[in-house]
């Protein structure tokens, strides 16, 4: 099939543009920039095309032909722009791909949607039908295009929406980049009581699940809720990517709300000068919020079977960071 990525240069988009690559698919990585190693990509013979999900000439002309969309291009981690930017991107941009899919005759849309919808998770595990807490403009955002897709859907465009879990391992420097640094100096401090649950993704298990709801009729109008078998507490987490890198970490207990006000205080000094600040408000909810899922109905329906467990791939992402120099 002819498969255009949105997002295809960074972390998620690059892996999943390899797997289709390898499985005899055309694909093309629609991006608003070069990623990390972008020739890469162009070297396993796909097509590269610069350009953001919101200009709609660029989305249409990567649609040409196009039998199915992963579109994983989203606003994520932009701390020095206006709330306004994650609606144009993440609602607007999503708009703009659903009217080019339908113009194209695409067969099948899958987007990539965020766990992170649901919030703290108040009775863990959560599944599909949990509470919508969106918390943040990300998070808001991605949810509030998850209507347009199913309007979509209903229309006769077949359509999935996967809600990953907190995407990790080789080939990304920044999401666990955080944990592993610190584990590395041997200590992590952690604020509150450590016990709030988190639930890890790797991202060949995330690449499976994509694979599979690629093909016709598979999830069709669903939407999934993506992780690992196994959710841990941030304290063993902790514990298990020290136990992964071969090393000792000191775990000394702070206590959380004095981190939290200097997050809001921070953010909002920052704000104005346009500067990332160095702690912000999601970052210090890591410590307390849960995410905890049951992925029991991805494992039924689409036969998702993340079959790489956490210290494997605490270990593959550790010997990825200290051979890229990052530790």
């Known amino acids: 099939m002819r498969i255009l990525v949105t997002g295809g240069t960074g972390f998620t988009g690059k892996a999943l543009v390899r797997r289709l690559h390898e499985d005899g698919h055309e694909v093309i990585?629609?991006?608003?920039?070069?990623?990390?190693?972008?020739?890469?990509?162009?070297?396993?013979?796909a097509k590269v095309i610069i350009g953001s999900v919101t200009d709609r000439a660029v989305v249409e002309e990567a649609m040409q032909g196009v039998d199915v969309v992963h579109h994983l291009a989203a606003a994520f981690r932009e701390l020095d722009v206006p709330s306004t930017y994650y609606h144009e991107v993440n609602i607007g941009g999503a708009r703009i791909v659903l009217d080019a899919a339908v113009a194209a005759g695409v067969r099948r849309v899958i987007y990539c949607s965020t766990c992170g919808v649901h919030g703290n998770v108040q009775n863990p595990p959560a599944n599909e039908d949990a509470p919508i807490a969106a918390a943040d403009y990300y998070q808001q955002t991605k949810y509030e295009a998850e209507p347009l897709v199913h309007k979509y859907q209903q229309q006769g465009l077949k359509t999935v929406i996967v809600r990953p879990a907190a995407i990790y391992g080789p080939g990304d420097p920044e999401r666990f980049g955080m944990i592993f640094r610190r584990v590395?100096?041997?200590?992590?401090?952690?604020?509150?009581?450590?016990?709030?649950?988190?639930?890890?993704?790797y991202i060949d298990n995330f690449v499976d699940a994509l694979e599979r709801v690629t093909h016709d009729g598979v999830g069709d109008g669903r939407t999934y809720l993506i992780a690992d078998q196994e959710y841990v507490t941030i304290e063993d987490l902790v514990r298990r990517v020290a136990i992964a890198m071969d090393r000792k970490v000191r775990t000394p207990r702070l206590p959380?709300?004095?981190?939290w006000l200097a997050g809001h205080a921070f953010e909002k000094a920052c704000k104005p000068l346009r500067i990332t600040p160095p702690i912000f408000p999601r970052r210090v909810d890591w410590y307390r919020q849960n995410r905890a899922f049951d992925i029991s109905r991805a494992k039924n329906e689409i036969g998702y079977d993340p079959r790489v467990g956490l210290d494997e791939g605490l270990r593959a992402t550790a010997r990825w960071y200290e051979s890229e120099g990052y530790l």
């Open 184 to 201: 590395a100096k041997g200590s992590f401090p952690i604020f509150g009581s450590g016990k709030a649950f988190y639930h890890p993704l």
């Open 256 to 259: 959380f709300w004095p981190l």
């Open 29 to 45: 990585a629609l991006d608003y920039k070069e990623g990390v190693k972008t020739d890469e990509i162009r070297k396993w013979g």
